[in-house]
């Protein structure tokens, strides 16, 4: 199973309800052996429409802050737990999330096998720490986990989302300072 399997698989993909409302799924995209990955919650409208994740507002920032370390948008893997949009762009559901995570994310992580998954807002985070640690505590924090299922150790750090960055000026400058990290994380790793 390749990740070109994984993305043909989520494009074709009628597992939960959010297949019926979407526009495009969005499998992810970057260089497929990167040794970071940047994980979001799930697609917003402009992701929907074009097929791509962090295309908009959002996304556009994302990509000054990996400009920021040196790294450009082909240098690394972006994609959500949730590959197609959440109508209304409502919070996904546990089981929107599950069939997802179970089904392709970890699948697209193992073979990725990035040195550092970078969580991007507490939705993603949850999916790999507990639901009591909060963004606003743990934030620019590696974190060791290892998934049950699979055994498979992860080297997480939760960072703050994009939009509520541009959304909220202090967490911008929290943010940019949190990337500045990356790179030393990164090398500390290896």
């Known amino acids: 199973m ?36 940047f994980l979001g919650e799930g697609p917003g409208k402009d992701e929907d429409l074009q097929g791509r994740p962090f295309v ?55 073979l990725v096998n990035p040195i550092l998954i970078a969580t991007l807002g507490r939705h993603s985070m949850h999916r790999f720490l507990p639901k009591n640690f909060k963004i606003s505590q743990i934030h620019g ?16 750090l939760p960072l703050y989302h994009p939009a509520a960055a541009l959304y909220n000026g202090a967490l911008r400058e929290t943010l940019e300072n949190d990337f500045k990290k990356i790179p030393k994380i990164i090398e500390k790793l290896r």
């Open 56 to 110: 908009g507002a959002a996304g556009k920032f994302l990509t000054q802050m990996i400009k920021s370390i040196g790294l450009k948008r082909e240098d690394v893997f972006i994609t959500n737990i949730v590959k197609c949009r959440p109508p209304n762009n409502r919070d996904p559901e546990d089981d929107e999330v599950s069939v997802c995570t179970e089904l392709y994310l970890w699948r697209q992580l193992e």
């Open 141 to 156: 924090i590696p974190k060791k986990v290892t998934n049950k299922k699979t055994g498979k150790t992860f080297n997480i």
């Open 2 to 37: 390749t990740l070109s399997d994984i993305e043909r698989q989520i494009k074709a993909c009628q597992e939960c309800p959010l297949a019926k409302t979407r526009t495009n799924a969005v499998p992810g995209e970057g260089n497929f052996s990167a040794d970071i990955v």
